[in-house]
Antibody
Framework: QITLKESGPTLVKPTQTLTLTCNFSGFSLSPSGEAVGWIRQPPGKALEWLALIYWDDDQRYNPSLRSRLIITKDTTKDQVVLTMTNMDPMDTGTYYC?????????????WGQGTLVTVSS | QSVLTQPPSVSAAPGQKVTISCSGSSFNIGLNYVSWYQHLPGTAPKLLIYDNDKRPSGIPDRFSGSTSGASATLGITGLQTGDEADYYCGTWDSSLSAGVFGGGTKLTVL
């Protein structure tokens, strides 16, 4: 059974850097075909695709946020980490990590519960 | 402004059928696989459809997906009050080299 869980600060100040960790189980990012992505949802707004990392360490980013994002993986810890710099109140929202695989054409089939991040001074 | 365009809301009576459209371009829907998600407030989104028209195990056949050119459609038959949720389409955009979601559609079951 695949599970994912996000963790990180619930409150960050403007201009600070946000670091979110996705701990997962039930799969590994070592074999081919697996990936983990990050998606967020500001309050009252739509889902926004942020970043994706593949088993082979290929990384893809939302072009509008590319300069602020870094996604990395640690296969020994079964973790994926998202770093977002220069946080702004507009970045407030619920951040999700999700599993994707080649088998399902990289649709996000299993999601974490999400973590609410508030950006405020 | 989302890359994929969905109607903000749709509604129908219990037992009826509803369709939700998702309009894109030749760089995304016209070229890549579409997925659909159901999102209830306070919960994680749930995958309903992948690969344009396939259902993951456990998703009832009341939910269906289709594509035509640069557009995709989610169909839901036999509407239930429990289907009230936000629905999102998603796909890959080859020009952006990134994933994209639609703006979401709120389904109301009257």
């Amino acid at each position: 059974q695949i599970t994912l869980k996000e963790s990180g600060p619930t409150l960050v100040k403007p201009t600070q850097t946000l670091t979110l960790t996705c701990n997962f189980s039930g799969f590994s990012l070592s074999p081919s075909g697996e990936a983990v992505g990050w998606i967020r949802q500001p309050p009252g707004k739509a889902l926004e695709w942020l970043a994706l990392i593949y088993w082979d360490d290929d990384q893809r980013y939302n072009p509008s946020l590319r300069s602020r994002l870094i996604i990395t993986k640690d296969t020994t810890k079964d973790q994926v980490v998202l770093t977002m710099t220069n946080m702004d109140p507009m970045d407030t929202g619920t951040y999700y990590c999700a599993h994707a695989s080649q088998l399902l054409r990289y649709a996000f089939d299993i999601w974490g519960q999400g973590t609410l991040v508030t950006v405020s001074s | 402004q989302s890359v994929l365009t969905q109607p903000p809301s749709v509604s129908a009576a219990p037992g009826q059928k509803v369709t939700i459209s998702c309009s894109g371009s030749s760089f995304n829907i016209g070229l890549n696989y579409v997925s659909w998600y159901q999102h209830l407030p306070g919960t994680a989104p749930k995958l309903l459809i992948y690969d344009n028209d396939k259902r993951p195990s456990g998703i009832p056949d009341r939910f269906s997906g289709s594509t035509s050119g640069a557009s995709a459609t989610l169909g839901i038959t036999g509407l239930q009050t429990g289907d009230e949720a936000d629905y999102y389409c998603g796909t890959w955009d080859s020009s952006l080299s990134a994933g994209v979601f639609g703006g979401g559609t709120k389904l109301t079951v009257l």
